[in-house]
C-alpha cells in the first residue's frame, strides 16, 4: 500500500508562484511514476506533468516552460514548481503515483487533492 500526502496549495495572484509537495509513505512498494494531475469546476481531470524514477518527464501544453515538476527518490516526494500562475491554473491538484510491490502488477494511487486559487 501506497499513502500520498500533498501541500502547498494556496491562494495567490496572477503571475505568482506556488509549490507543491507529495511525499508516498509505503514500507514494501517501489514507486515508479509520480505526477501531477488537476481538476477544475466542471471539469474533467487533466494531466499536469508526471515524472519517471528515470527523470523522464511529461508536461501538459498548458503548463509548458511555466511549471517543473522534480522528485527525490530518496524520499519519495515529488514536486510541482508552479511560475507565473494564471487564474485558469485553478483547481484541485492531485498527487498520482504508480508502485509495485513484489509482483509485476503496477498499482495506482492518489493523493487528497490540495486546493491552488489563482487571483486575477
Known amino acids: 500500500q501506497v499513502q500520498l500526502v500533498e501541500s502547498g496549495g494556496g491562494l495567490v495572484q496572477a503571475g505568482g508562484s506556488l509549490r507543491l509537495s507529495c511525499a508516498a509513505s509505503?514500507?514494501?512498494?517501489?514507486?515508479?511514476?509520480m505526477g501531477w494531475y488537476r481538476q477544475a469546476p466542471g471539469k474533467q481531470r487533466e494531466l499536469v506533468a508526471t515524472m519517471t524514477s528515470g527523470g523522464i518527464t511529461n508536461y501538459a501544453d498548458s503548463v509548458k516552460g511555466r511549471f517543473t515538476i522534480s522528485r527525490d527518490n530518496a524520499k519519495n516526494t515529488v514536486y510541482l514548481q508552479m511560475n507565473s500562475l494564471k487564474p485558469e491554473d485553478t483547481a484541485v491538484y492531485y498527487c498520482?503515483?504508480?508502485?509495485?510491490?513484489?509482483?509485476?502488477?503496477?498499482?495506482?494511487?492518489w493523493g487528497q487533492g490540495t486546493q491552488v486559487t489563482v487571483s486575477s
Open positions: 498520482h503515483a504508480g508502485a509495485s510491490g513484489r509482483g509485476t502488477v503496477t498499482y495506482y494511487y
Open positions: 509505503t514500507s514494501t512498494f517501489s514507486i515508479h511514476t
